[in-house]
């Protein structure tokens, strides 16, 4: 790829996958940082050059986590975060992912970003959550019903450990959805994905008519947060299945709510979309605690969970040899002496 075309590569956009996608799965997969969005696209990349994308796999997506965003600031997914801290993270993980295509030469991921309840309850304040999120580089956002001030993370029993509460159904559509859907539909590259806590607050059959709610008015994306057991689960995928969205399932490992399973088994299930949200966030946070809890063990040689060159191989994966490749380019740019004269 010529530096032109490289420089102006453009996003690949999310309809495209859907248009396209022909029945199979998408895969979405949160990161919590900019290093954690380079190594998935690196990782994405190197399946996909190798052709060891599984064919019922229709394409990836990266995913802006409120949990991770809130864990980011060393606080509890529990409402903490506020709209100017989910912006600016999805901005980081824009220009991350941006960066990792530009050192692979193809093409970013698309991002979905997570924005709770919107941050505000009148739906001004929702079109301008969905128009910041979008210029920060989001091809869909997920908004959701449940009460603004005491949200939680959906596998958290609510803010206050008694179990979450959800806004009526009016408020979420005429406040949230249809707002969203407002702006969204003035754009080409904005898909709304719509989504419903009611399962631990009103019940399971509640969040299917919620679900089936969302989908009528034109949500792109429908998801039913935390069905418990493999039957709910289940019967999600059954009772969403035609309903003219994409209907989401959420994995979040080490949830007591949801069991665990992989992209294929929701796909066969009839899922169009398979979350994973934390996983790998989790898992670094795992490391990092043994490498903590054994730092003053007495050995020779690096800890043994980090392996052989590690630390140039992570160098290289947040861009070492492509800053210093793009700066190659310009060896023979005149340097400025206008200061020193000045001070001469």
């Known amino acids: 790829m010529d530096r032109q075309k490289q420089w102006s590569a453009p996003r690949r956009r ?103 309840t919107g941050y505000g309850n009148e739906p001004s304040a929702v079109v301008l959550t969905v128009r910041q999120a979008h210029k920060q580089g989001a091809a869909y956002v997920q908004i959701e019903d449940q009460y603004a001030i005491n949200k939680s993370c959906g596998h958290m029993e609510g803010s206050r450990g008694a179990g979450k509460s959800v806004c009526d159904l009016d408020e979420m559509m005429s406040c949230r959805l249809l707002p969203a859907l407002s702006y969204a539909r003035e754009q080409d590259d904005l898909l709304i994905a719509a989504r419903t806590d009611a399962r631990g607050a009103l019940g399971l059959d509640e969040a299917l008519r919620r679900a089936a709610a969302f989908a009528e008015s034109g949500a792109d994306m429908v998801f039913v947060e935390a069905p418990k057991g493999s039957a709910e689960l289940e019967r999600v995928a059954q009772e969403l299945s035609g309903c003219g969205a994409l209907n989401t399932a959420n994995m979040v490992e080490g949830s007591g709510h949801t069991p665990f399973y992989s992209p294929r088994e929701l796909h066969e299930m009839g899922f169009d979309i398979a ?29 043994p969970d980090i392996p052989d060159q590690w630390f140039d191989r992570v160098s290289a994966l947040v861009g070492r040899d492509q800053g210093t490749a793009w700066n190659s380019l310009f060896d023979d740019t005149p340097v400025s002496t206008a200061g020193k004269d000045e001070k001469k």
Do not use: K
Request: charged share 20%.
């Open 14 to 116: 999310l309809r495209e996958m859907v248009c396209s996608r022909d029945g199979r799965i998408l895969v979405a997969v949160g990161v919590g940082s900019g290093i954690e969005a380079r190594l998935l696209h690196h990782a994405l990349s190197d399946l996909d050059e190798s052709g060891r994308i599984p064919d019922y796999v229709g394409g990836f997506i990266v995913f802006v986590s409120g949990y991770l965003c809130a864990a980011a600031h060393g606080v509890p997914d529990l409402g903490y975060i506020l709209r100017s801290e989910i912006v600016r993270q999805t901005d980081t993980i824009e220009q991350a992912s941006w960066l990792a295509a530009l050192d692979r030469g193809n093409r970013p991921y698309p991002l979905g970003v997570d924005i709770d």
């Open 275 to 303: 979350l994973y949200p934390v996983g790998a966030f989790l898992a670094a946070q795992h490391s990092a605690s043994r490498y903590f809890a054994t730092l003053f063990e007495a050995r020779s040689g690096p800890h």
